[in-house]
């Protein structure tokens, strides 16, 4: 059974930890706000004290919010994060037997063409190679006049497909 890929889970893992690395600063911008009204509070005359002790308490106050709403939030995403998981398991679990199970008609298809179809003539490993080749090179030409169209490359990486596809060309009337 496949698991999630290693560069997907990698994906998951820096978006929260780039979250966390977000909330962490805030947390740490909060405390740096209280130390320095801290300070500024010891400097003060006992007159203006009252305004500053105020000005703490509302900080105090904001943090602890800020440290609950962390609490809350991370707990929310980490229930997120497993049911996510979860749904993935499953849904890569329904794909593998949908694979498992194509294969079995792909290879019971396959026994009951050749009992029923006549064996197909021959033919020449230079043929099988010219037919690939026309197949591939058709394929490419369209590619490349959809990429035209689309201008989603460059001119130069344009130029560069043109110029394998004539080398495709000239092989085949080799």
């Known amino acids: 059974m496949?698991?999630?890929?290693?560069e997907q889970k990698a994906?998951?893992?820096?978006?929260?930890?780039?979250r966390a690395k977000k909330k962490l600063n805030e947390r740490e911008q909060t405390r740096?706000?209280?130390d320095e009204a801290l300070k500024r509070l010891r400097m003060?005359?006992?007159?203006s004290l009252k305004k500053y002790v105020d000005q703490v308490e509302q900080k105090?106050?904001?943090l602890l919010k800020k440290e609950k709403q962390l609490l809350y939030n991370q707990e929310k995403e980490e229930s997120i994060h497993e049911r996510l998981i979860e749904q993935l398991e499953a849904l890569e679990n329904k794909i593998n037997d949908?694979?498992?199970?194509?294969?079995?008609?792909?290879q019971l298809f396959e026994k009951a063409s050749k009992a029923l179809l006549p064996p197909a003539p021959s033919?020449?490993?230079?043929?099988?190679e010219r037919?690939?080749?026309?197949?591939m090179l058709e394929g490419l030409e369209l590619l490349y006049a959809s990429l035209e169209e689309s201008k989603e490359l460059s001119a130069e990486r344009l130029k560069k497909i043109k110029q394998q596809i004539n080398m495709l060309k000239a092989k085949q009337n080799l």
């Open 2 to 6: 496949n698991k999630i890929p290693a």
């Open 11 to 18: 994906r998951i893992l820096l978006k929260h930890l780039d």
């Open 32 to 34: 740096i706000e209280l």
């Open 44 to 47: 003060l005359s006992t007159a």
């Open 60 to 62: 105090v106050q904001e």
């Open 98 to 106: 949908f694979l498992e199970n194509s294969e079995e008609r792909q």
């Open 123 to 128: 033919v020449e490993e230079a043929d099988v």
């Open 131 to 135: 037919i690939k080749l026309q197949g």
